[in-house]
């Protein structure tokens, strides 16, 4: 299994611009994360994906999008790219939520200039 | 609002003396707290959880009701344990990090 799987690992991108990174995990699970990790701070959630073609906020949604039409799949698509996105994404998934341990991809790093 | 909070941003002990790991909670309910590592060049993983009661790699962790705390703690620290460690809380579908303390281990 490769677990969770995150692509670029690397990306500059300029205002304005959009993208969108991928995350496909192939354990099977049913819940996936994306989170944002800015220097000196904690992971903070931004989008979190129940099953396939459900998907919720979390802590920082503003200027991200997010879909769910597999269970492997679950891409964070940025529109108008702004520096304040400048940070480094974790992409996560878990069988189910509460007490079961969290899979992370190994990261993005965007940099909007 | 559930938090979690890491006082420590960066924790040097030397190798063999013991270790400690400060965390704190916030959380209404009955919390699940976990410890996370990642060490250099490896992605973020699972070190251990609350509910399991285990000992991981020496580490163990305790939560404290009335302190509402979850400090992790290793008797005799060693080279291999330099990270960083995130504490979790997990609340329904959400896991709520604190900011990470980077632990080094100095030989």
């Known amino acids: 299994n490769a677990g969770v799987t995150q692509t670029p690992k690397f990306r500059i991108l300029k205002i304005g611009q959009s993208m969108t990174l991928q995350c496909a995990q192939d354990?099977?699970?049913?819940?996936m994360y994306w989170y944002r990790q800015d220097p000196g701070m904690g992971l903070k959630l931004i989008y979190y994906?129940?099953?396939?073609?459900?998907?919720d906020k979390g802590e920082v949604p503003n200027g991200y999008n997010v879909s769910r039409s597999t269970t492997e799949d679950f891409p964070l698509r940025l529109e108008l790219a702004a520096p304040s996105q400048t940070s480094v994404y974790f992409c996560?998934?878990?069988?189910?939520?509460?007490?079961?341990?969290?899979?992370f991809g190994q990261g993005t790093r965007l940099t909007v200039v | 609002a559930q938090r979690v909070t890491q006082p420590e941003k960066l924790l040097s002990v030397f190798k063999g003396a013991p270790v400690e790991l400060k965390c704190n909670y916030s959380?209404?309910?009955?919390?699940?707290l976990f410890w996370y590592v990642q060490y250099s060049r490896q992605r973020l993983q699972l070190l251990l959880r609350?509910?399991s009661r285990e000992s991981i790699k020496g580490f163990t962790a305790d939560l404290n009701k009335g302190e509402t705390s979850f400090h992790l703690k290793k008797p005799f620290a060693q080279e291999e344990d330099s990270a960083m460690y995130y504490c979790?809380?997990?609340?329904?579908?959400?896991?709520?990090f604190g900011t990470g303390t980077s632990l080094t281990v100095i030989p």
């Open positions: 609350h509910i």
């Open positions: 959380y209404s309910g009955s919390p699940e």
């Open positions: 979790a809380l997990s609340s329904g579908n959400q896991f709520y």
């Open positions: 994906s129940v099953g396939a073609g459900i998907t």
């Open positions: 996560a998934s878990s069988l189910q939520g509460g007490d079961t341990e969290a899979f």
């Open positions: 354990m099977n699970h049913n819940y």
